[in-house]
């Protein structure tokens, strides 16, 4: 079976950094997916990893091992408007139109 | 940008009725998807479609049809909704599979209540 495994909720302060971690066992791998989604809103994309290491946008990077089967989403300079779920999803390798997504992660941003 | 439109914010139904959810997306992208979202259990695919009338089953289409007769529509439906089905419905779009970086982009969601 497809396993990916995020914490349930977490929180940090306004101007610090947060690392939101996504460990995944599945059959196949083809690449992660981070996405960020607001209370009541769409899922947003963030990122995209498929090769070992990091990916940086601006105050957002993501990190893949895949001998580790392991990301994590670093967020600097953290914002109120940061306050958000963050879902990690993972594509299938064997059909690359299905993903497998993590429970989401709540980010409680406090000032 | 990429436009995905769900026809309904909030839908409240009784058992038994056949409940239709729309999904619209404005890029011409071949794939569309049905998930529903629950609390702890995360996005669960329902079905997808990677062609006009194509459909494949997710991991959960028990009790759930599809039909995709234009390519920029998507439709869900619930043959006799029941309880269980009570949830939140996400619609999303994207360029195919082989297209790898690209990602899903979704609709802001059903919420979708069986009394």
């Known amino acids: 079976g497809q396993n990916i495994d995020q914490p349930t909720e977490m929180t940090a302060t306004e101007g610090a950094i947060v690392q939101i971690n996504c460990t995944y066992q599945t059959s196949g791998f083809n690449g992660l997916f981070w996405y960020q989604q607001h209370a009541g809103e769409a899922p947003t994309f963030l990122s995209y990893?498929?090769?070992?290491g990091l990916e940086e946008k601006g105050r957002f990077s993501s990190f893949l091992s895949r001998s580790k089967g392991y990301s994590y989403l670093l967020l600097k300079e953290l914002q109120m408007k940061d306050s958000a779920s963050y879902l990690c999803a993972v594509r299938d390798l064997y059909n690359f139109n299905k993903f497998y997504f993590g429970s989401g992660t709540k980010l409680n941003v406090k000032p | 940008d990429v436009k995905v439109t769900q026809s309904s914010r909030y839908l409240v139904k009784r058992t038994g009725e056949k409940v239709f959810l729309e999904c619209v997306q404005d890029m011409d992208h071949e794939n569309m998807f049905w998930y529903r979202q629950d609390p702890g259990l995360g996005l669960r695919l329902i079905y997808f479609?990677?062609?006009?009338?194509?459909?494949e089953k997710g991991d959960i289409p028990e009790g759930y049809s599809v039909s995709r007769e234009k390519k920029e529509r998507f439709s869900l439906i619930l043959e006799s909704a029941s309880t269980n089905q009570t949830s939140m419905y996400l619609c999303?779009?994207?360029?195919?599979?082989?297209?790898?970086?690209?990602?899903?982009?979704f609709g802001d969601g059903t919420r979708l209540s069986i009394l």
């Open positions: 479609s990677y062609d006009v009338k194509m459909k």
């Open positions: 990893n498929v090769l070992d």
């Open positions: 999303a779009s994207s360029l195919p599979g082989t297209t790898l970086n690209q990602p899903q982009h």
